[in-house]
């Protein structure tokens, strides 16, 4: 079992629709959820993070952790041409430095 | 220049070429990060450096060889490798706490260089 399970897609969503993300993980140990973005050709980049359980929002974006359930998810609102990309989801545990646990990637098209 | 730095771009070399990837960083981070991504499969940590020392090597094999002369700059140095070796080869430094704190661990990526063995 990988320890991070995200599917790859493709996801394509008319402009303005609800986008809703979702991993799952098999580690209890981690503590750390992040959401990454990646645009065609550049790196990822951090976009949400969230320490242990919980809900957080930031603009059209909204990350959620369920630890009970080892799942986390991140919902864009009134989605936008500009929000298609590749999003990562990651996970780590606390402590030392940062080795991060990544899922494979969800590439996302959001059609005008 | 600001961010992460990663030279070159692109990079084409036969299996008994050698070639190095170099990233350099200008935010005063103290960890450095060698990814591989491939098609379909997750961020492959490859190697780690904290301080300037390596603290973690995921099983790379040797024809991968890291460098870490300082903080700001990060070396791979690549020799006889294999076709199944082409990948995006992603560089990230973060800002490690010290004694054990953990910090929000946000890694800053570089663009990466994309590697193609013939």
């Known amino acids: 079992q990988k320890e991070v399970e995200q599917d790859p897609g493709p996801l394509s969503v008319p402009e303005g629709a609800i986008v809703s993300l979702n991993c799952t993980y098999s580690?209890?140990?981690?503590?750390?959820f992040m959401w990454y973005r990646q645009y065609s050709r550049k790196g990822p980049e951090l976009l949400m993070y969230t320490y242990s359980s919980g809900n957080k929002e930031d603009g059209r974006f909204t990350a959620q952790v369920d630890k009970s359930s080892k799942y986390i998810s991140l919902f864009i609102r009134d989605s936008q041409p500009s929000d298609s990309a590749t999003y990562l989801c990651a996970m780590r545990r606390t402590g030392g430095y940062q080795k991060v646990t990544f899922g494979i990637g969800t590439k996302l098209q959001v059609i005008p | 220049e600001t961010g992460v730095t990663q030279t070159p771009r692109h990079l084409v070399m036969g299996m008994t070429n050698k070639k190095s990837l170099k990233c350099e960083q200008h935010?005063?981070?103290?960890?450095m990060y060698w990814y591989k991504q491939s098609a379909k499969k997750p961020l492959e940590l490859m190697f780690v450096?904290?301080?300037?020392?390596?603290?973690e090597n995921n099983s790379v094999p040797s024809r991968f060889s890291p460098e870490c002369p300082n903080s700001s700059h990060l070396f791979l140095h690549l020799h006889t490798l294999q076709p199944e070796d082409s990948a995006l080869y992603l560089c990230?430094?973060?800002?490690?706490?010290?004694?054990?704190?953990?910090?929000?661990?946000?890694?800053?990526f570089g663009e990466g260089s994309r590697l193609t063995v013939l």
């Open positions: 990230a430094s973060s800002q490690e706490a010290g004694g054990g704190r953990s910090n929000t661990g946000e890694l800053f």
């Open positions: 580690n209890s140990a981690f503590q750390y």
């Open positions: 935010l005063g981070h103290n960890a």
């Open positions: 450096y904290s301080l300037e020392e390596r603290v």
